[in-house]
């Protein structure tokens, strides 16, 4: 399956969701007054792309009714779609840098998609013939060790893990990183713990490791992906927020997009944390992890 099928596959619900509700709200006069739009944001705000973001977006659609005249049901769809497209910026992706140690640190609660995710990207690089390292670093929950090791088994990909439960993560990320140095690894993707005792515990030991990978490798490329769960609509985007204020964040992943009808939580999540959205998970899969790329999103969401 293509891209563009993939996410139209998996944004169907959203879509359905988004594209009735605006036909409906468009189908007495084919215009657009004031209550409507009211109506139009209330409609982006049930579709989870959030408040402040619901209110950019009609702001600007009154911006180009205002300039253009034109307030018919094709301008008003045409100005919702370029600025959801402004509020995700251009397409950004996560590449590793030739030549040297990339490190990705996976973060966010449980239950999200981090492991699925490492396990996906393992695959991913080595597909591209990258030598590539998981590393078990969610020592907290019983079973997670065993999951990443499925993956790793699953990938033909090395999994650096302590054994135990209870075993200390930043011991395991010091393993780690000196395995992924001594084998000359382009990728080493470290896998956490969603869940600790509480909020600050868990950013506690984010901050732990990576003052360890950036004191034994200091010269890798080291870079944090939050993923988030669609499905738990706006509690998805509060989470970002969290740890885009607390914990040090480059990229956002998005998982669970199939089937979910708060896709326009990645317009929300874009749009409160500043931080781009490089990939989507659109299904539970090994190969259901594509790059999140704006446009499509964007066609997907919207019926053209
Ligand atoms: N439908 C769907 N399911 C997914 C996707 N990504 C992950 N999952 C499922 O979500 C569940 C949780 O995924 P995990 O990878 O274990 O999540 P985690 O963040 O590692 O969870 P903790 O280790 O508990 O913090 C699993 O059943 C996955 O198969 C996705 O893109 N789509
Ligand atoms: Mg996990």
Redesign the pocket.
């Known amino acids: 399956m293509g891209l563009f099928e993939s996410f139209k596959k998996g944004l169907e619900s959203t879509r359905n969701f988004f594209s009735s509700g605006f036909t409906r709200l468009a189908a007495g006069s084919g215009h657009f007054d004031e209550d409507m739009l009211d109506e139009l944001e209330e409609l982006l705000v049930r579709a989870d792309c959030g408040v402040p973001a619901s209110e950019e977006i009609i702001d600007g659609v009154k911006a180009d009714i205002k300039k253009t005249g034109d307030d018919s049901q094709d301008a008003v769809y045409g100005s919702v779609r370029r600025k959801m497209r402004e509020i995700l910026g251009d397409k950004q992706s996560y590449e590793l840098v030739p030549g040297q140690l990339n490190i990705l640190l996976l973060i ?10 490492a396990g996906k990207l393992a695959l991913r690089y080595k597909k591209q013939g990258k030598k590539v390292i998981l590393a078990a670093a ?1 020592t907290f ?1 019983a079973a ?1 060790v065993e ?1 990443l090791k499925a993956w790793g088994e699953r990938t033909d990909t090395t999994v650096i893990s302590q054994g135990s439960d209870g075993a200390d993560p930043a011991a395991v990320v010091f393993d780690a990183v000196h395995a992924a140095v001594a084998r000359k690894a382009d990728l080493l993707i470290i ?1 956490t ?3 600790l005792h509480n909020k600050k515990n868990l950013m506690d030991e984010l901050s732990k490791i990576r003052r360890i990978i950036v004191r034994e490798a200091p010269d890798a490329s080291l870079k944090s992906l939050l ?1 988030i769960d669609a499905t738990t609509g706006q509690n998805a985007v509060l989470q970002a927020e969290a740890f885009a204020e607390a914990a040090e964040l480059d990229y956002i992943g998005i ?5 979910s009808a708060k896709g326009g939580v990645a317009i929300s999540v874009a749009y409160n944390t500043g931080k781009p959205v490089v990939l989507a ?4 899969g090994e190969e ?2 594509v790059d999140f790329d704006p446009d499509i999103f964007i066609d997907s969401l919207t019926e053209k």
């Open positions: 966010g609660v449980n239950g999200t998609g981090k492991t699925t995710t969610d929950r997670a999951q896998d713990a969603g869940r993923i998982t669970k997009l199939d089937g998970g659109l299904g539970e259901d992890l």
